[in-house]
């Protein structure tokens, strides 16, 4: 099973995040970056906030 990750350092951010997060499948990842989305970066869970994050989406772990 391959892992999915998002990192944050590629995200455009005021807040300058360096939040990596990993998971075994795409909704699991997705649940994880729309919180951290809402509760860090202040942003509203919506469908293009969602849309946007699995732009972010990487097969594999994040780089060091």
Do not use: N, W
Request: with cysteine; aromatic share 4%.
């Amino acid at each position: 099973m391959t892992r999915t990750y998002i990192d944050c350092r590629e995200c455009p951010s005021d807040v300058k995040c360096t939040v990596a997060l990993s998971a075994d499948t795409e909704d699991e990842l997705m649940e994880a970056a729309v919180q951290h989305a809402v509760s860090v970066h202040q942003h509203t869970d919506t469908p293009e906030l969602r849309a946007q994050l699995k732009t972010f989406f990487h097969e594999g772990t994040p780089p060091a």
